[in-house]
């Protein structure tokens, strides 16, 4: 089965997608904006808090780099500390 999905999986690598949700046309947008909000008063609340010290500076870079990841983004291989 392993073998079969390789072979389908370079077949349709060169195909054309067409991803469609008719319910929510005119809905992702304000959806996405409302998740980019939402990171970004995160992301300020972060950096305001002025009861860090400097090298805790780190962890607030950490703390962001994780909200981007919530939200399906991230620091590629510079956050790659695993």
């Not at 959806?31 to 609340?45: E, G, S, T, W």
């Not at 950096?47 to 010290?53: A, F, K």
């Amino acid at each position: 089965m392993e073998l079969y999905q390789e072979m389908l999986t370079e077949i349709l690598r060169w195909e054309e997608l067409e991803v469609r949700f008719p319910q929510m046309e005119g809905a992702v947008e304000k959806i996405v904006d409302q998740r980019c909000y939402q990171a970004l008063k995160q992301i300020r609340d972060i950096l305001r808090n002025e009861q860090l010290s400097d090298p805790e500076c780190f962890q607030q870079i950490e703390e962001i780099l994780c909200v981007l990841e919530s939200q399906g983004s991230g620091g590629g291989l510079r956050h790659d500390f695993g």
